[in-house]
């Protein structure tokens, strides 16, 4: 079994398109979170707030790789070319054939979804259907622009399993460097913002609606006062690479991950049970060979709805008790989906890199039903050293990571 390293970071986030930047709104406990008047006309939709990425400039993107991108790929697009970048990865190394991309998405692109069914589909008319159209909408269209992008020759993953995505790639990167299968894998994963993202939740009255006027205070995770996700958007992707790999050409290694897990829960489509969030916890536990006492920090799922958070919360007090600080980080960003696994792996990264623990935004009163835990409600000061994130999705898919400081 090798060792993994993460010598590449990248990101582009409600709270910021670098890793600096994304480093200081953590520290400050500074909100992404902003109101929507663009979603005004949307008959019916009761959330009105979201997480948006600003201040990218997708024309960056040479036009021959851009054209077969909607804005769910370019997100990633991003990420990836500044993790790679950051990771100092030569095109020798980038371009053979030990080298992969893991990139995930809940869907392609929604803009280009509605596109093709409202103007080609609807009408029964293809006759000005854009021949590029396809690959802006399909399921694995962030993984396959990415990967055309850097020209790589390895291996292609692309988990498209909502919120656990990104973390899903992720675990697939971990276990191919591992067996050895490859030396180096881009992976992270993008979700873009749309109105019908946010619709799909608020039909299911898990979409925050009581803060549309403050969007600042909203998401609440494990809040007595919560009611609902934000919907959000970005894209992030780390570079794993082989340890000794690593270490041969000089590279600069930001930390290990040390373990990773992947499973489904198989109980109920859109409710995660405690006991699959335990046991997918402990599963990626025994994978870095660690125990839960050996944790410094622990950053929570924890979207800030009614059923998901307790759920999470009572899974995660069965693990550690309250041992152990736990974290709420989409109190930040909102719930960008497919990207939050990549985002938050970053997130710990940082936090551990610059010796702090992130306040968890507006938990400002624990509900009953979150209790029991070691709740990060204001910055810490602190030296983490090993940290665990974890993401669960809807299907009852989840996965769970085990960062330590290089």
């Not at 480093?23 to 902003?34: D, F, K, M, N, T």
């Not at 500044?82 to 030569?90: C, M, Q, T």
């Not at 596109?115 to 080609?120: A, E, L, M, V």
């Not at 994963?189 to 979409?207: C, I, K, N, R």
Request: charged content about 20%; aromatic content about 4%; overall charge negative.
């Amino acid at each position: 079994m090798r060792r993994v390293a993460i010598t590449g970071l990248g990101i582009v986030s409600p709270i910021g398109n670098t890793v600096d930047a994304v480093g200081a709104a953590l520290a400050e406990g500074r909100s992404g979170v902003r109101a929507m008047p663009e979603w005004e006309p949307m008959e019916g939709l009761r959330t009105r707030v979201a997480g948006v990425v600003d201040g990218i400039e997708p024309r960056a993107i040479p036009r021959r790789y851009r054209r077969t991108m909607g804005r769910v790929a370019i997100l990633g697009a991003f990420a990836a070319t500044d993790a790679v970048a950051d990771a100092g990865l030569d095109d020798q190394t980038l371009q053979s054939d030990r080298a992969g991309v893991a990139m995930g998405s809940t869907t392609g692109s929604s803009e280009a979804l509605v596109h093709f069914f409202g103007d080609f589909v609807l009408p029964r008319d293809i006759r000005e259907q854009e021949g590029t159209l396809f690959m802006r909408l399909m399921s694995h269209t962030v993984a396959a622009n990415v990967a055309a992008l850097l020209g790589t020759r390895g291996r292609l993953e692309a988990p498209c399993c909502a919120c656990a995505s990104s973390a899903q790639a992720i675990v697939a990167g971990f276990e191919l460097i591992r067996s050895g299968c490859q030396d180096v894998m881009v992976c992270g994963g993008a979700e873009e913002l749309h109105w019908s993202t946010a619709g799909v939740f608020d039909v299911l009255h898990a979409a925050s609606k009581r803060y549309n006027d403050r969007p600042e205070l909203t998401p609440r995770p494990f809040d007595r006062d919560r009611d609902g996700l934000v919907a959000g958007e970005g894209g992030a992707a780390l570079v794993l690479e082989d340890y000794d790999h690593a270490v041969a050409r000089g590279a600069r290694i930001h930390a290990e991950l040390l373990g990773a897990a992947s499973c489904c829960d198989a109980r109920h489509m859109t409710q995660p049970s405690t006991e699959g969030m335990l046991h997918c916890m402990q599963q990626t536990l025994r994978s870095a060979g660690v125990g839960p006492s050996d944790l410094d920090y622990i950053n929570a799922h924890a979207t800030g709805t009614e059923v998901g958070d307790p759920a999470e919360a009572q899974a995660t007090r069965q693990l550690v008790g309250d041992a152990v600080p736990v974290g709420a980080t989409k109190g930040l960003t909102g719930h960008t989906l497919a990207a939050c696994g990549a985002m938050e792996a970053i997130f710990c990264v940082l936090m551990m890199h610059r010796g702090f623990l992130a306040p968890s935004r507006n938990l400002d009163h624990v509900a009953d039903d979150c209790k029991g835990l070691d709740y990060v409600r204001e910055r810490i000061d602190s030296a983490p050293r090993l940290m665990m994130t974890s993401n669960f999705a809807f299907g009852g898919v989840m996965a769970s990571l085990i960062l330590g400081k290089a």
